[in-house]
Nanobody
Framework: QVQLVESGGGLVQPGDSLRLSCAAS????????MGWFRQAPGKEREFVAV????????YYVDSVKGRFTISRDNAKNTVYLQMISLKPEDTAVYYC????????????????WGQGTQVTVSS
């Protein structure tokens, strides 16, 4: 029904920046929520950020507040995650997810997922 494709990951040094993109294609929705999650080696998948249909309704996990910015372009069905001041602990596979309704911080709330993009922060 829906395909999500992440891009923009890579290998960077601490303090560098990256911008991740996630483009949705296939079935269209009048309104939807988009979220970012990440999973580091040996750890559970964790919530990073969420943005609902109204772009002002945004939430972040405490560890990325002030460093990451989530945004969306509804005309392009695309969500972005601008990451600055990256730290080694940000290293993970980053996944975008879409929910036709309110979404939230739980992975179980999301109906569609991308395949992930690797972000590695190392000196």
């Amino acid at each position: 029904q829906v395909q999500l494709v992440e891009s923009g990951g890579g290998l960077v040094q601490p303090g560098d920046s990256l911008r991740l993109s996630c483009a949705a294609s296939g079935r269209t929705f009048s309104r939807y929520t988009m979220g970012w999650f990440r999973q580091a080696p040996g750890k559970e998948r964790e919530f990073v950020a969420v943005i609902r249909w109204h772009a002002g309704d945004i939430y972040y996990v405490d560890s990325v507040k002030g460093r990451f910015t989530i945004s969306r372009d509804n005309a392009k069905n695309t969500v972005y995650l601008q990451m600055i001041s990256l730290k080694p602990e940000d290293t993970a596979v980053y996944y975008c997810a879409l929910d036709p309704d309110e979404g939230g911080s739980s992975p179980a709330a999301y109906r569609y997922w991308g395949q992930g993009t690797q972000v590695t922060v190392s000196s």
